[in-house]
């Protein structure tokens, strides 16, 4: 054990003095505080002392504080803090709280109340206190990093599963070697509890105290638009936030430095290059040891490693963000499109297919031009501009318009899987989950607004189907009008309300997510949990009250008037490639016997058997199924099977001469479970059963 101990301290020690040396030359270490650090603190020290000495004067009158349970307390206003109401009711509470939640607006915790009013405290479960909780950690990734390497940082926000802080460093970059110092600088900061101080700032100072750095002079000129707005500071870091933020540097318990990379400023390729470095905080070093085992898992499920391992799917950097399906990845996408198919039949959807190419007028009727021109392919032809679609709507608007249409036909389920295109840019590629070019499951339901709640509850039942199928569950939210919204009040209203009504009928839990709606209606937005217990949204149903008044849409109602329809979009997989991705990962490769592009190997026991082992192979390519015969002498029978279980084939059928003289096979799974012998009759019925009922496990045989 000593041995190993020592060799262990003796590997740490290399590692420390290449990691120093490396940073050294990486960082140029930063031997002198930058001097913008100074200039910083001086200016904010000053406006700070004027802030303090104009709250003393503030008269702190007594003020009410509304708890969720419907509690109050008293407070004082301009003194009394969400932290203070915290304490009082128990130091725990106050300990654990990451944010507060003052009429709906997000509050610092010592930042005091200034009138009567309804308080939460949110714990780091609260999606909104995580986002602050990261926020506040990419403060002090920005604090280490100025430390360490001088250069000027730009945005450092939140993302989905931490944060990251962009740093324009002159001349140089940043090495993984460098996480390390990173790191310990952070630990460093975490100790000292820095606290986070809020101060609201004249956009003039602010263009002083930033005078330094480019960017942020950028932001102040381009994108704030008040007379003042706030900065924040933790130890020697003052930067340009809105906020809030955690009480003090010592909530964060656990900091790691993922990963770096290079970017450009607002993501523009001919604006200037930029280090991006991203990190992971959580409050307790325990949940940092849970993320990092997700992390491995969700590795292993990668389905760029998968789709290249399994050979489904590859890309190439001669058509970015566009995928080539190998067969065997064709065949899973031609499998999901058929069984959305089937559902189609059911449910009274017609399916069409539309041109990809539109002239950009059709682009101007729909507004797409306006608001997403930088988003699609555009190129000129005969001096007219064209371009590649990045969705069926409008094409679907032209072939309701292209004749009369009564009101005997609504509603009209349009589907259509047309290929789409979308000019994202290259750096934010990644695998399937964002491509150039894609597919959906979309249709879109011409309907008359008292078709609304029918039709609504049609999308939920399909979805819910689906998923089912894929042993998905999901969650449900009601996006309703926002501020700025188009149409009539009343319109809006009856179909918030039919949608309502058609979410309560459906059984499953919603909750309502106010203003979030698109400014052209309503939606309901579905998100799926998969096995790692992350989220996706793929689903949509979307109200459009707009598109049939841009393309002037009407159908003759029962008394003879032109009416305006309304369009529902949906869709279930949503984007073919991106579900495709998620069902990768969610089943790590092992597909359901249903979707598996290897559903049956044949595995004779010697090379005399290769004759019968390829009739049963035959007689299941007849039958419809994914069947292959390892005929391969330089193997034995137990190689053959291990590597048709590896290869994740759902069946492996095992023929000797007892099989081939009764005409049988005797069946195993990929997981070893030995189902015995069968005839092939029984096992093509059995096989059809499994495949026509989406059954997820083999052991249902």
Avoid at 351 to 373: C, D, F, M
Avoid at 379 to 390: C, D, G, H, N
Avoid at 414 to 421: C, E, K, R
Wanted: hydrophobic share 35%.
């Amino acid at each position: 054990g000593n041995k190993a101990k020592k060799e262990k301290q003796k590997n740490a020690a290399a590692a420390e003095k290449a990691t120093g040396e490396a940073t050294s030359k990486a960082a140029m270490a930063v031997q002198d505080t930058p001097e913008f650090i100074d200039h910083r603190i001086k200016i904010y020290d000053e406006l700070m002392a004027q802030y303090r000495e104009e709250l003393e004067k503030k008269p702190k009158a007594p003020i009410k504080v509304t708890l969720p349970d419907g509690k109050e307390v008293e407070g004082l206003c301009w003194q009394t803090t969400p932290y203070d109401v915290a304490k009082g009711i128990s130091q725990g509470l106050a300990d654990n709280t990451v944010i507060a939640r003052v009429n709906n607006e997000l509050w610092d915790l010592d930042r005091p109340l200034e009138s009567d009013c309804k308080l939460q405290l949110l714990k780091f479960d609260d999606p909104e206190a995580q986002a602050v909780f990261w926020h506040s950690s990419a403060h002090i990734l920005g604090e280490a990093m100025e430390k360490r390497y001088g250069g000027h940082l730009c945005y450092g926000p939140p993302i989905d599963n931490g944060f990251y802080y962009d740093m324009f460093l002159e001349g140089s970059g940043i090495s993984n070697q460098d996480y390390g110092v990173l790191e310990s600088e952070v630990k460093r900061i975490v100790k000292e509890k820095q606290p986070f101080e809020r101060l609201e700032m004249k956009k003039s100072d602010l263009l002083r105290m930033f005078e330094y750095n480019q960017f942020k002079v950028r932001i102040l000129n381009e994108k704030v638009t008040t007379e003042t707005t706030t900065v924040y500071r933790c130890g020697p870091l003052i930067d340009l936030c809105r906020g809030p933020h955690v009480r003090n540097t010592g909530k964060v318990k656990a900091l790691k430095v993922v990963k770096n990379s290079s970017t450009y400023w607002e993501g523009k390729a001919d604006a200037e290059t930029l280090q991006r470095v991203y990190g992971i905080s959580f409050p307790d070093p325990k949940q940092l040891k849970e993320w990092e085992r997700i992390q491995e898992e969700a590795a292993k499920r990668d389905h760029r490693k998968l789709g290249r391992e399994q050979e489904l799917f590859f890309f190439h950097e001669l058509s970015p963000g566009s995928c080539f399906f190998q067969p065997k990845g064709a065949f899973i996408y031609n499998t999901l499109m058929n069984f959305i198919r089937a559902e189609y039949r059911k449910r009274g959807f017609q399916e069409v297919i539309s041109p990809n190419i539109y002239n950009a007028k059709l682009w101007q009727t729909s507004g797409h031009w306006q608001h997403y021109a930088e988003n699609m392919f555009s190129f000129e032809s005969e001096k007219e501009t064209f371009a590649l679609k990045p969705m069926n709507c409008p094409g679907h608007c032209l072939i309701f318009d292209h004749r009369n249409r009564s009101w005997r036909e609504l509603p009209l389920r349009m589907a259509d899987f047309g290929v789409l295109h979308r000019n994202e840019l290259s750096g934010a590629l990644t695998g399937l989950t964002r491509v150039r070019r894609f597919q959906q499951d979309d249709a879109h339901i011409f309907c008359m607004p008292d078709q609304i709640r029918e039709e609504i509850t049609g999308c939920l039942d399909f979805l819910r189907h689906v998923y089912t199928v894929f042993g998905f569950t999901f969650n449900l939210v009601l996006s309703t009008r926002p501020e700025k919204y188009l149409g009539e009040i009343e319109v809006w209203n009856e179909a918030e309300k039919a949608l309502a009504e058609s979410l309560d009928k459906f059984g499953e839990p919603w909750k309502e997510n106010p203003g979030d709606g698109a400014f052209y209606g309503p939606k309901i937005d579905i998100t799926i949990m998969d096995a790692l217990k992350r989220h996706h949204q793929c689903a949509t149903i979307q109200l459009d009250f707009q598109l049939p008044i841009r393309f002037n849409l009407n159908y003759v109602d029962d008394s003879g008037e032109k009416k305006r329809p309304v369009i529902i979009h949906r869709a279930v997989l949503g984007s073919v490639e991106r579900m495709i991705a998620i069902l990768t990962e969610n089943y790590a490769g092992k597909w359901p016997f249903w979707l598996s592009p290897r559903q049956v190997m044949v595995v004779p026991v010697g090379p005399a058997y290769d004759d019968y082992a390829d009739k049963v192979r035959q007689r299941l390519h007849d039958a419809g199924f994914t069947v292959e015969a390892d005929l391969d002498a330089g193997d034995t029978m137990n190689k053959k099977i291990r590597n048709a279980q590896l290869a994740q084939f759902n069946f492996i059928l095992v023929v000797g001469e007892k099989e081939r003289s009764s005409e049988t096979v005797n069946v195993r799974t990929r997981d070893n479970k030995v189902h015995g012998e069968v005839t092939v009759d029984e096992l093509v019925a059995k096989l059809a059963k499994l495949r026509d009922e989406y059954v997820l496990a083999e052991d249902q045989f």
